[in-house]
Every structure is written in structure tokens, then in C-alpha cells.
Nanobody, 118 residues
Framework: QVQLVESGGGLVQPGGSLSLSCAAS????????MCWYRQAPGKQREWVAT???????GYKDSVKGRFTISRDNAKNTVSLQMDSLKPEDTAVYYC????????????WGQGTQVTVSS
């Protein structure tokens, strides 16, 4: 069992930046992939970005070029740098840990709110 705790959310103006962090209670090296998802009000949770144990990354099309996911195995943390934020990026952002090659995460954090508004 691992616990994931997100931090770094908040209110930012359009065009601004935020950096989210996810701290794991155990070694993230045990997981095939670490992911970020988000859920906007009235919408389903959607995948945002993934970084595998090998360092490969993947992004939702709408965030490519604006968001960067990274992992620090020594500190057991995963980060999501978000630049050029848009109002449509407003959502609760969740960190996830996945043991399998595909499928949803096996473990979830509690989420952190990101609001992009002027």
C-alpha cells in the first residue's frame, strides 16, 4: 500500500504557471508508471500525463508543449509543471501510481485544486 499526497494547487491568472508535486509514502520505483489526471466540475476524470519507470513521457494533446511531467526516484516524488495555463485547465488534479503497463492507476492521491481565472 502506498499513499500519495498532492500539493501546489491554487489560483492563477490565464497565461500563468503552477507546479504540482506528488509525494509518495513508499518507493515510486516499484511502479511502472506515475500519472496525473484531472477532473473538472461536471466532467469525468481524464488522463493528463504519464511518466514511466524508464523515463518515457506521454501527454494529453491539449496540454502538450505546456505541461511537463517529471519524477525523482530518490525523493519519491512526481511533479507536473504547468505553463501557459488556460481557464479550461481548471480542475482538481490527481496523482496516480500504476503497477501495470496499461489501465488506470492502482493508487490515487486526494487531489489538489487548480483554478485558472482572471
Amino acid at each position: 500500500q502506498v499513499q500519495l499526497v498532492e500539493s501546489g494547487g491554487g489560483l492563477v491568472q490565464p497565461g500563468g504557471s503552477l507546479s504540482l508535486s506528488c509525494a509518495a509514502s513508499g518507493s515510486i520505483s516499484n511502479f511502472y508508471a506515475m500519472c496525473w489526471y484531472r477532473q473538472a466540475p461536471g466532467k469525468q476524470r481524464e488522463w493528463v500525463a504519464t511518466v514511466t519507470s524508464g523515463g518515457a513521457t506521454g501527454y494529453k494533446d491539449s496540454v502538450k508543449g505546456r505541461f511537463t511531467i517529471s519524477r525523482d526516484n530518490a525523493k519519491n516524488t512526481v511533479s507536473l509543471q504547468m505553463d501557459s495555463l488556460k481557464p479550461e485547465d481548471t480542475a482538481v488534479y490527481y496523482c496516480g501510481a500504476r503497477t501495470r503497463i496499461t489501465g488506470p492507476p492502482d493508487y490515487w492521491g486526494q487531489g489538489t485544486q487548480v483554478t485558472v481565472s482572471s
